[in-house]
């Protein structure tokens, strides 16, 4: 196991958070917050220095997890023996939460930085919603994650609506989507989008994704609907699972990557 280089001198909060994670996925003895630290050592490398600080810091990231509910007091399957702080369990919401998968939820540095290398220049529209989401499902605001989601990705969708408006070559054509682009609903722009991306399926621009009707338009269209579920008054309060905001914040970098790559195509192409 390759070990994690931490400087005591200026301690970085991203390195000692993904610490303190991987040890939970790891380590199933870790369920107590343990003052001398030696339980990280096969993780962090310290250069020289006692392990003290970083420990202290892991503390915090406890902490905040047991604040966040996915931690929780006790030692779980230890019976009454230990039901108390400084032991702890993962909850089931914490168990979802440490599942790296694809993309790490439970980093966002690491989930952002990711994105960063695969699109390039993303939208910083996009991306502030998509942090918010991200911190929502951190404190288990499981509909506020879901919403800001939906809304980072219709921002999303609608810089892929007008670089396809700008790509069109045919200037009665784009007249009339420049007029629908201007109205509010959001159904009518991507029943247009789809049937304009099935078009271009068949003789596409250089660069444009083979699934983009399914993965662009498909992939918003669960997130949209998703948002539109959760975001409108009901009788019955929503209670979307975890794993299934989860699985959305898995689907959206792939949303995201494959709306860049039509961007790009169609800024080099008439269609």
């Known amino acids: 196991m390759a070990k994690v280089k931490f400087d005591p001198k200026s301690p970085d909060m991203t390195i000692v958070r993904?610490?303190?994670?991987?040890?939970?996925?790891?380590?199933?003895?870790?369920?107590?917050?343990?003052?001398?630290?030696?339980g990280f050592?096969?993780?962090?490398?310290?250069s020289g220095s006692d392990i003290s600080k970083f420990c202290f810091?892991?503390?915090d990231?406890?902490?905040?997890?047991?604040?966040?509910?996915?931690?929780?007091?006790?030692?779980?399957?230890?019976?009454?023996?230990?039901?108390?702080?400084?032991?702890?369990?993962?909850?089931?919401?914490?168990?979802?939460?440490?599942?790296?998968?694809?993309?790490?939820v439970c980093d966002p540095d690491s989930y952002l930085a990711r994105i960063a290398a695969r699109v390039g220049t993303p939208d910083q529209t996009a991306l502030a919603y998509l942090r918010e989401s991200l911190a929502s499902f951190e404190r288990g605001s499981f509909v506020a994650s879901t919403?800001?989601?939906?809304?980072?990705?219709e921002r999303v969708f609608l810089l892929i609506c007008e670089a396809t408006c700008a790509a069109l070559s045919n200037a009665s054509e784009q007249q009339k989507v420049t007029k629908l682009l201007k109205h509010f609903p959001i159904k009518p722009k991507l029943e247009w989008l789809h049937r304009k991306f099935t078009e271009l399926q068949?003789?596409?621009?250089?660069?444009?994704?083979?699934?983009?009707?399914?993965?662009?338009?498909?992939?918003?269209?669960?997130?949209?609907?998703?948002?539109?579920d959760l975001g409108h008054p009901r009788e019955v309060p929503p209670r979307p699972e975890p794993e299934d905001v989860y699985n959305m914040l898995q689907l959206f970098p792939r949303y995201m990557q494959a709306a860049e790559a039509v961007r790009d195509a169609l800024k080099q192409a008439k269609i």
């Open 147 to 153: 919403v800001m989601l939906g809304i980072g990705a």
């Open 202 to 228: 068949t003789n596409p621009p250089k660069g444009f994704p083979d699934n983009a009707s399914l993965v662009v338009t498909g992939i918003y269209d669960l997130l949209r609907t998703q948002r539109n």
């Open 57 to 59: 810091l892991a503390h």
């Open 18 to 38: 993904s610490v303190v994670i991987q040890r939970l996925r790891e380590d199933s003895s870790f369920n107590y917050l343990d003052s001398t630290g030696a």
């Open 61 to 104: 990231v406890c902490w905040r997890f047991l604040c966040n509910g996915i931690l929780a007091p006790g030692a779980s399957g230890q019976g009454q023996d230990n039901p108390e702080l400084p032991s702890f369990h993962l909850t089931p919401f914490g168990r979802t939460f440490i599942n790296t998968g694809e993309w790490p």
């Open 41 to 46: 050592l096969p993780y962090v490398d310290v």
